[in-house]
């Protein structure tokens, strides 16, 4: 059990483009969604925590507006990179928690690849 | 957000050989995990330390959580090639939030 996906796992888009990655818990309902962006052969930056229902909390530096997170239920976290430039460019990660799990328990996604063009 | 620092960043190795790893943050932290991440992939989790001093094996794994509450060590005994990946080394202190480690790629030699 605990599977997560996402969605695409690779997309291509123009500058100037908005792109949506999904985030599903398949077998589990996930409270807490994480994002994490990671760039070639670097660690893994936590980008924002998404909690079911309520607004999303960024980390420093992390533009909210540009990237607009939306939890609208307990299986499924949304990504947007709304006006994608090719600096956003990269490996976004998503990591589900499991509603009354471990504190420390995440299960990740198997990634997408976000190319902008 | 906060970033770990993992030593060695790289490592070139014989397979049979043991492999160590360590991280170290100059903050504390509650709980200490490790992950193996694989090309293209996401990370998966090997070992979770929630107790300073504590000491935790997953086969032939073990992880330590250090005394101060600023490290942790990860050993890999007598690896295999299927070993080969990223490991990363993640921390909490409080609330949902963990931050990783700059990682470790792991090559092992047949």
């Known amino acids: 059990g605990a599977v997560v996906s996402q969605h695409p796992s690779r997309v291509i888009c123009k500058s100037g483009t908005s792109v949506k990655i999904e985030c599903r818990s398949l077998d589990f309902q996930a409270t807490t969604m994480f994002w994490y962006r990671q760039f070639p052969k670097k660690s893994l930056m936590l980008m924002a925590t998404?909690?079911?229902?309520?607004?999303?909390?960024?980390e420093q530096g992390v533009e909210k507006d540009k990237f607009l997170i939306n939890h609208a239920s307990l299986t499924l976290s949304t990504l947007t990179v709304t006006s994608a430039h090719p600096e956003d460019s990269s490996f976004y990660i998503c990591?589900?928690?499991?509603?009354?799990?471990?504190?420390?328990?995440?299960?990740f996604g198997p990634g997408t690849r976000l190319t902008v063009t | 957000g906060q970033q770990l620092n993992q030593s060695p960043q790289s490592m070139f190795i014989q397979e049979g050989e043991d492999v160590s790893m360590n991280c170290t943050s100059s903050?504390?932290?509650?709980?200490w995990l490790w992950y193996k991440q694989d090309p293209g992939e996401g990370p998966v989790l090997l070992i979770a330390?929630?107790?300073?001093?504590e000491l935790t094996s997953n086969g032939r794994l073990t992880a330590q959580f250090g005394i101060t509450r600023k490290d942790s060590f990860l050993n890999i005994s007598a690896s295999i090639p299927s070993d080969v990946g990223i490991y990363f080394c993640?921390?909490?202190?409080?609330?949902?939030?963990?931050?990783f480690g700059t990682g470790t790629s792991l090559t092992v030699i047949p």
């Open positions: 993640a921390g909490r202190y409080t609330g949902n939030q963990f931050y």
């Open positions: 903050s504390i932290f509650n709980t």
């Open positions: 330390l929630y107790k300073a001093g």
């Open positions: 990591s589900a928690r499991r509603g009354g799990g471990p504190s420390w328990e995440q299960y």
């Open positions: 998404s909690n079911e229902g309520s607004k999303a909390t960024y």
